[in-house]
């Protein structure tokens, strides 16, 4: 095939056409648009823009992320917080439970396994005879999905956390591990983020 | 009768005398939609794309050169416009699609034609479609399609010779298919 045969046969392919009204309102919509852009731009210079550029609409969604970022970052410092407030054993606190075990040390002398102070107050976990004493007693505060919970127990009990059942153990650096069915949680190390719970402990009969 | 060229020089004089433009909008209106519909196979985007031309050309009303000719500067922009189309690309096949349709609907041997050729002519890189819209369609010289492509002459008869065979091939393959061309 020649090139002028090509350029018939391309030519040969009109442009779809369109309607007289459309060649008639085209150069109108033109012009109503240059006249739009002109009289937005010298609005823009006349009134320049009083809003902070934040405020504007190409920032606008940068600024609601980073004010979601930011408050994330805050509720997540908050919550931290509170948490580790929650989870911090006070001197008023370790003298308290000191106080109450003395008590009923001299009621029950060797028959604690355990004081429980939860949101309903304090609860006694007694043993029938009075073989417990292996060790001295510790304060422990235990939070977790439903709350925070302190016990006085010594090593080697068993405590109910939330209706599970874990036992105390102090290691030779006088660490507190608590070993649950499948999980163990330790002063030692920090709790994992997704930990079922969080634990510190003091020994009470220290300040 | 007041040449295109005068009228935009009177547009240009006038700081930007609207009837003066609305006019010369009016002469190559029907130019610029050919080209850029070629260019993209897309009534639409054609629509849209020599509405953005004559914007362009509005708003650049103090860079066209008085010595130049108006066609030549409109064509320019156009190209530009319809290069710079490709990120918008993925619209025109559904345009496409849709005037084909409307075109089968009516089943004329010749609009059939005119779409094979047409969707020949989208089968090749832009830039040589460009090439050869400006020059076979639009009679341009080498050395205005050049000027409106923004490349050397050399450049526009090495991609017109590319798309030429590529096109003689396509529309063997559909002789061959026993389509209608």
Redesign the interface.
């Given at each position: 095939?020649k090139?002028s045969e090509?350029?018939q046969?391309?030519?040969?392919?009109?442009?779809?056409d369109?309607p007289g009204a459309y060649?008639d309102q085209?150069?109108?919509?033109?012009?109503a648009?240059?006249?739009r852009?002109?009289t937005r731009a010298e609005a823009a210079v006349t009134h320049p823009r009083t809003e902070p550029f934040w405020l504007r609409s190409r920032f606008r969604l940068a600024t609601v992320g980073l004010g979601l970022a930011i408050f994330g970052l805050l509720l997540g410092f908050v919550l931290g917080f509170w948490q580790g407030r929650n989870l911090s054993i006070t001197g008023p606190q370790l003298a308290a439970a000191r106080k109450y075990f003395q008590e009923i040390e001299t009621l029950f002398p060797g028959q604690v396994q355990a004081i429980v102070f939860d949101q309903q107050g304090p609860h006694l976990v007694l043993a029938e005879h009075s073989n417990i004493h292996a060790s001295s007693p510790l304060y422990l505060r235990v939070c977790g999905p439903k709350g925070c919970q302190s016990y006085v127990t010594f090593s080697g009990q068993q405590i109910r956390i939330n209706g599970e059942t874990c036992e105390v153990l102090l290691d030779h650096q006088d660490n507190v591990l608590l070993i649950g069915q499948d999980w163990v949680l330790s002063t030692a190390q920090a709790p994992a983020k997704r930990a079922r719970y969080q634990v510190s402990a003091r020994p009470l009969m220290t300040l | 009768m007041v040449a295109p060229d005068d009228r935009l020089r009177r547009a240009k004089c006038q700081n930007g005398g609207q009837e003066a433009f609305e006019n010369l909008v009016r002469e190559n209106q029907r130019m610029i939609h050919s080209l850029c519909y070629r260019l993209t196979g897309s009534m639409e985007d054609a629509e849209d794309l020599a509405q953005e031309t004559f914007v362009q050309a509005f708003q650049n009303l103090a860079e066209f050169r008085a010595e130049a000719k108006a066609s030549s500067w409109l064509y320019r922009i156009a190209v530009n416009c319809c290069l710079n189309w490709l990120k918008r690309r993925q619209r025109q096949d559904q345009t496409h699609q849709e005037w084909g349709r409307q075109e089968a609907e009516v089943a004329h041997d010749d609009t059939r034609r005119a779409q094979q050729i047409q969707e020949a002519l989208m089968k090749l890189p832009t830039k040589q479609r460009a090439a050869i819209v400006l020059t076979t369609y639009d009679g341009l010289t080498h050395a205005e399609a050049a000027r409106a492509l923004g490349c050397s002459e050399t450049t526009v008869s090495w991609r017109l010779f590319a798309a030429r065979g590529k096109i003689k091939r396509l529309l063997k393959q559909l002789q061959k298919t026993g389509d209608a061309v």
């Open positions: 095939m090139n090509l350029d046969i391309l030519k040969s392919a009109p442009v779809p369109r060649w085209f150069p109108r919509r033109v012009m648009k240059t006249v852009l002109s | -």
